[in-house]
């Protein structure tokens, strides 16, 4: 590992929530100091981090939650799909007033959790690669195709680098047969965020975010130049999870297309949802 | 033509407009009644007219305009790069709300103004075809990506039609060098709509608005099931422009791209704007 | 036109069909011999025709028939969906016999009547070009990727030519909607089959049969070594047949897909069927 | 192992084959039962299998196989380049009986043995793909090409998922140059076959059966949502064989092409064959 | 056309050739002045006309008749396959020395007569782009091929744009049966170079160069934003040369490939040549 | 290890340049005699080695120099950017002069040392395949892709096998952060070389030579026949690179495109050169 830290601040929203808090501890060998940035309480700081508690829809405090950094890992906003009026808020005008406070306060790369939902409506076999048109499979894919085409905006007009990683499912284990194959470790998902944050050049790219499992829907490749490599793998998880779940239907959507389950949601602001 | 016409009654939003005006008249023949929305006023109604007048930002007033219609041509919203609450009120939220007006009401097939914009920063010997990575080059642009985003989920989960027409520049006469193959005259953009609303499967297209000019930087057959033959040419244009404007530098990002000097200017939130 | 014809004696099968007796005359000045074959009657004999009366099921008649011929012109077989027997009899094995026959007797170009059904199940927009994968709608379709493979064999292996032309919906005119797309007048199929009879070099190649219609959903540039040029199109047509056919569902699989209503028929051999 | 098995009953066609009565040991973790197809005798049978002796050119009898079984594995018909009755009987008829089957018996998903040869006449330097059009190299490949073909049909049409595997050269062990990079161990054919009888979505997929060798001349990732990873490599077999067997023309077709000595026989009817 | 002519001074080299002596007329309206350069007499001068005698392999004298021009159309080198000491001094040599003088004196653009030879070794049928890789056909070929990745390098690195423009054949007409697809009339040559001068935008570009003929091998597409509109076609010529000679051998490399006879000749070093 | 050579004997040229140096001992067990090429001094030789001392400019020496030998792995030439008349005479006629001593004597494969610097004007992102046009960085890549193309002629038109292998970085360690992505380690280049040499079929290939490293923003599969597997990594050096040396500006060209600082040479006949 450098002596030198790679960065001197980051400045990390999304913070306490279920990946933030991982970052919050992988990261830390990368920069002097982590500024932790969510509406929620962060617990106790150790002694490279320093909160910010704001809401992303607050356009001045997010700007000014930008000063001083000199990369952004952007894991705030909505966290799943949920009604347009959160999804505009926290996850298309907050990104936004993230990329304004990039360019307002140079700051030169940013790394955002993008989701396996900005392209969900595409099948299995398509096996699709980084530059398939999007297909978001709700108003929560919507608004991460939003920011990949914000942060290209940003790119090509501003010099803001963006890597866009498409997290298919980041949870402490793999909890059905999706996430067989669709299942990123948290240390893989630490491994990937690193990748983009020391990879040499980063432009406006897109990467998917899955571990080394055996079943292989998407094309990684056009993703090489960040240099993430998965280690983990669902193989030790595959026995239990098909002695205890029932073989999936292959025509559902469920199964069918990359995004699962929220395929077969409806309209989030029709009551009752699921 | 067919003594019936093809839908009872489409939804025109931006009737108002430089395109909206003319579409007015050029899709008569398709339709009983053609009702058009603006927030500014309509002039005199034709037989077969009738008036909305609300701004798209009202998500009750642009859900109710949607009644009773079979079809939206929705060439509404910010008509070039403008501030980003502009942007979000008119474009981004007015076209949500578009959207779940056809959801709500039944509208099965929309026909949408997206922009060359959308792809603007995309290099004319590219040669990108319908289905390229999106590239905006401004605000405008995004919000041009973000409806096309949005109409992909209204087609993949609530069975809408969308035809997202990628018009070029669409005026009187051609204005420029770069006009010399960019333009789309008035007669081909209301061919260009027309084939859109009758060609039998629309699903969800992106279809590029060019008229038959001799310099072609883009692939349109991604679009050959719209049926759109363009039948002006720039041609008769050229020895004007060419004589009254200067040699143009081929480096200049106004030249390089496909998004023109939409591509030269800052950010529409900085003072003093273009 | 030379002189001296391309060929000196043409095999016709299927020459009592529907195209065939529209190429019996139209490649009249192809050869100084066509001779007709078909297991039906075929009216008067013109000088330059000779009748072959037999069943492309008998294998020594078929390849005695290929006798003498240095093109086969080979359009004979079931000509829509019908039972396993009858494909496997006049399509699979006839067609067998007819490649034997050019194997045995030094026949060195076929060309060979494939379908749009050999590709059904592609939608539309799916745009696909000549080197797509089959995806038959039908046990018709199927005996034709059947032929088209065998072919490539007999190409490969032993040097005879073949061209597969992929005709849409070849009619004395345009019956439906599906048809303004997919029509071929029986002029430009004639000059479709002139076309793969003549140019320099063929090889193996697959090709799109249908006329310049402005509805293009496949990409036929993938032939263009064969020289077709349309010359007709379905837009005189166009009023007459939305005057008096229904708008289509968009959605429902005989618009969705090349094949047309093809892709919605049951098994043949499951009673009763359409 | 999940404590039940994947399926109820497997049909196993060809079970008295080279890779039939490997598969027979190899997939009895998968179903309760597994019922062996072939026409020559079985020997004993284990407490989980039974036998069903038959000809897969019998209708009747194939149809009769499939009943109560969940899936089926198709190894069955000719296995090797043979004369044209053979493989209109065995193969092409054979298959469609066992499609029939599966059709009239609910059957859900089929495991086809496709081969090499059904692309045989692409060049190694191609590094085709699954979806690259078919090039058989014999009537072998010509049949492979057209079950691979009718699968597809009874997918889109009647919703019978398919995995064409196609086997490169599956042996106890390799035997010469070409398998120095085709070869395919016992043990990853039952790993390959396992592989897609699990996979969580087939449709219809093809997929190329090659161990992890070093010379990759195909691209194998389009078949990645199949899960196969292959465990075995021929590098330990490389010294002995290129001891004991000389180097190759690299422009013999037998090295040129990738189905390797099959593409230097002539006709299999003509006498005498290889 | 304009009142003020495009360029101040257009270099010509090769200005005595057959095509030379083409472009030296057609190319009047675009420039000022016309430098022609050759080693051959020009014969009278017209008033736009100067001339510059010397032989391309004298580095000073390129250099020099380069400077004051701000555009060259370069047709200069061996005109056809020939032994290596001349295509070294004159194609690769001579051309080396036209780009040092672009560089030297600030020419911005360049227009190039490279050659189907260039990439005469693919099939007719493989429907190349301007984007596959090169397959020379000769040493002429290779020298076009040199001259192609030449100024590529000239506009990475130094900002001077080249049309690289792959003629095929251009002569007074049509003279065999392959010239009946390959065939580039005088007038449309003249309106390719033009069109090259006079794109808004060339950067880098190959094109294709043949008329608007029925056969077309090659996908014109990728050079579309160069906005040549090939007017004249072979039809005219077809049954007179189908008349007077031979039905080509599809197998010969002559007919095969898109270089024609060139691929059959030997080493041009080698005696006797053809 | 076969107990026979697979060559009797080897030419190598540049045997006393840094990577010749390393061929010279690691080929050893491919032939039973090496012959050493280059004009410099070689010292000892080895029991199966024998010297030939002359300049690649030489004509008659060089294709002297191939006589008795049935193999060639040409690492000659220039070995780096350098001015134009050492390139043309050593890189341009050198390699000339080896192909036409590889015709003139029948020697059947060439291993040829191409570079990186071939393609070094593609951006990482741009994840380019083997089949990219080449973009060279200067005169040095210019050379390299003359050789590319020059030796696909000589396997078209004359049947001489050539692996073109694109070397990235190949040093005794990594040097720089680029190298982090585009080492090849000494190792790993002996490796790629004795793939070339042994395997099956090269015909006309091109292939990059990397390490496993990471970072990979190249497409390798394409050369997956000839069967090279890279042993070694990056990863170790990883640490003390970045502790030493600063973060790179990811705009530079030297960070932007795969050839590094290369792209941001001048002209080397430019005074002073870096």
Known sequence: MPATPRYDRILLTGAAGRLGSRLRQGLAPLARTIRLADREPLGDLAANEEAAIFDLADMDATIAATKGCDAIVHFGGAAMETGWQTILDSSIRGSYHVYEGARKHGVRRVVYASSVHA??????????????????????????????????????????????????????????????????????????????????????????????????????????????????????????????TPVPDPKAPAVRYLGGWFCELGHPDDEPTR
């Open 119 to 244: 392209i969900g409506f595409h099948a299995l076999e398509a096996h699709i690669g980084v530059d398939a048109p999007v297909r978001p499979d709700g108003l929560y894919g919507v608004s991460k195709t939003f920011v990949e085409s914000l942060s290209r905006l940003y790119w090509d007009k501003f010099g803001i680098e963006t890597a866009c990683l498409r997290i298919f499912s980041s949870f402490p284990e793999p909890a059905d047969r999706r996430m067989l194959w669709s299942y990123l470790s948290f240390d893989d998902c630490v491994r990937l965020v690193t990748a983009a944050l020391t990879a040499p050049r980063v432009g406006h790219s897109i990467a998917f975010g899955m571990s080394d499992n055996p079943v292989k829907p998407v094309d990684t490749s056009g993703a090489g130049h960040l240099g993430f490599v998965p280690q983990d793998s669902t193989e030790p998880f595959r026995a239990g999870i098909e002695a205890r």
